[in-house]
């Protein structure tokens, strides 16, 4: 089992800027890629960013330029720094962990809201 903790979510201003965490226990020697997803309300959920293990990077169309996903393997912590944030980037934001044996975990999910 893994188990994903994120935080750093919040109100900002369009313009603004945020960074958001996820911290990863239980069997983290098994997690290949990480990355983040976010889902409006009504929308589906779709990918903002991802990573693999040796630190190669995928970033959804919308966010291309402005966020950038990081990734600490000795603390087992992916990071979501987040630029120039939009109204659009009004999300609840999830971190997932893909696992060798264990499919994909996902965490509780931290709110961001993005004002005009």
């Known amino acids: 089992q893994v188990q994903l903790v994120e935080s750093g979510g919040g109100l900002v201003q369009a313009g603004g800027s945020l960074r958001l965490s996820c911290a990863a226990s239980g069997k983290v020697f098994s997690i290949n890629d990480m990355g983040w997803y976010r889902q409006a309300p009504g929308k589906q959920r779709e990918l903002v960013a991802s990573?693999?293990?040796?630190?190669?990077?995928q970033y959804g169309n919308s966010v291309k330029g402005r966020f950038t996903i990081s990734r600490d393997n000795a603390k087992n912590t992916v990071y979501l720094q987040m630029n120039s944030l939009k109204p659009e980037d009004t999300a609840v934001y999830y971190c997932?962990?893909?696992?060798?044996?264990?499919?994909?975990?996902w965490g509780q999910g931290t709110q961001v809201t993005v004002s005009s």
């Open positions: 997932s962990a893909d696992t060798r044996y264990y499919g994909r975990y």
């Open positions: 990573i693999t293990s040796g630190g190669s990077t």
